[in-house]
């Protein structure tokens, strides 16, 4: 394992790091000053706009997909570095280079197993970045950390599908861009095989009986650079058959697809948050005093910038060796390391920004640092593309069949 930059990394580094320094930091206070005064929460503010056209001047658009028929054609390894940068500033950067969650995913999505229709549709706006869209697959009546577990019906008559369902806590619904819905549902629900009982249909978010009900909170932010996190009703809403992704059965598999990149992608955004939270951490340790000396000469404090940096250091080897993996053996050899670095990253990340927030005292549970807003996402990456037991659960079975 080789984890050095190569050529292309280090220039794409770069020019990503000039691009956070003089246009993304300077945006973060003002994205909030031109929110407060849209119509809409859900809105986007011109200056994202602004950082998305400097960005594609830049050469900085679509560096998530590794399909150079769509994508910047970058590795795993390649990707990490870069995303672990946008992560530092995860409300904005991620947007900015058209590299944010659902969209990502949905784009991948498409890619690999989108008809040549649907990604003429679909996909080619959304690299474009002139739609958003979101990834419908949560429900409120189960518990969806089980994916056969999904109560969504998808039920075929003549040339049309017909989807009944309730789902929530759907990514980017909320947004007025977003164009479309991947919906999970079951088309065979008395199915032997609990794995081949549902599908996934393409839901244009302009179909009667769709409604998009409200927006969700995440510990009490609504996440509007994301497009919020909405309740989304299915009341009979109707799409031609040929609005099904792949093949009938193949959508517990499909998301399992989509999911990988989707887990990996979140902990090297997490590394770039927890870099900023250290980063803030240092700058308050060395200007602000009490009981007669600097924050930074107290015992305490320096054991929470050593444990920071060294939790941090342990987290990117850990992502750097499942990006190469992925990158060498596919998603399904990475498996274990997957698993690993969902489980460890979030966790680890949380403590991190907690202690920056203890540090800066009630500024860190202020809207003038962006600490608590760190916090809230990171903490929802525990439960988000699988809670951590799920994963502890699954991850123990594989170790113990060593030994079985």
Not at 94 to 103: E, G, S, V, Y
Not at 119 to 126: A, G, H, I, Q, V
Not at 137 to 148: G, H
Not at 337 to 365: C, F, N, S, Y
Request: include cysteine; glycine fraction near 8%; hydrophobic fraction near 40%.
């Amino acid at each position: 394992m080789d984890f050095a930059f190569d050529a292309r990394t280090e220039e794409l580094r770069g020019r990503l790091l000039e691009f956070m320094d003089e246009h993304v930091y300077p945006a973060e206070a003002l994205a909030e000053e031109q929110r407060a005064a849209l119509a809409s929460p859900w809105e986007t503010p011109p200056v994202v706009e602004d950082l998305k056209a400097e960005a594609r001047r830049r050469g900085l658009w679509n560096l998530f997909l590794p399909d150079e028929e769509y994508g910047a054609g970058l590795t795993n390894l390649q990707y990490a570095p870069l995303a672990e940068i946008t992560g530092r500033s995860p409300q904005l950067a991620p947007t900015a280079l058209n590299c944010a969650a659902p969209d990502t995913g949905n784009m991948e999505l498409l890619a690999q197993f989108g008809s040549e229709e649907q990604r003429k549709r679909w996909l080619e706006p959304l690299l474009d970045g002139r739609i958003r869209s979101a990834f419908a697959m949560t429900e409120p009546e189960v518990a969806s950390s089980d994916a056969t577990n999904i109560g969504t019906r998808i039920e075929r008559d003549g040339d049309e599908y017909v989807i009944t369902g309730r789902k929530w806590y759907i990514s980017g619904a909320m947004n007025p861009d977003c164009a479309v819905f991947i919906v999970m549902g079951k088309t065979d629900p008395d199915g032997e095989d609990v794995r081949r009982q549902q599908s996934m249909v393409l839901v244009p978010r302009d179909t009667p009986g769709v409604e998009v009900r409200r927006a969700m909170r995440v510990y009490g932010y609504e996440d509007h650079y994301h497009g919020g996190h909405a309740e989304v009703v299915f009341d009979g809403a109707r799409v031609p058959v040929s609005h099904l992704v792949g093949e009938e059965g193949g959508g517990f598999a499909i998301a399992q697809a989509r999911l990988g990149p989707g887990r990996i992608h979140h902990c090297m955004r997490l590394i770039g948050m927890a870099e900023r939270a250290i980063e803030l951490m240092c700058r308050r340790a060395l200007t602000r005093e009490a009981f007669g000396k600097p924050l930074a000469h107290q015992g305490v404090v320096q054991e929470w910038i050593a444990d920071s940096r060294v939790a941090v250091e342990q987290l990117r080897l850990l992502v750097l060796k499942t990006a190469w993996l992925m990158d060498t053996v596919g998603n399904r050899g990475a498996h274990t390391e997957i698993q690993a670095i969902k489980i460890a990253t979030p966790r680890e990340v949380v403590r991190i920004i907690d202690r920056a927030v203890q540090l800066h005292g009630a500024g860190g549970v202020s809207q003038d640092f962006p600490l608590a807003e760190l916090w809230a996402a990171a903490r929802t990456l525990r439960l988000a593309d699988g809670p951590d037991e799920v994963h502890q659960r699954s991850l123990a079975r594989r170790e113990l069949r060593r030994y079985a």
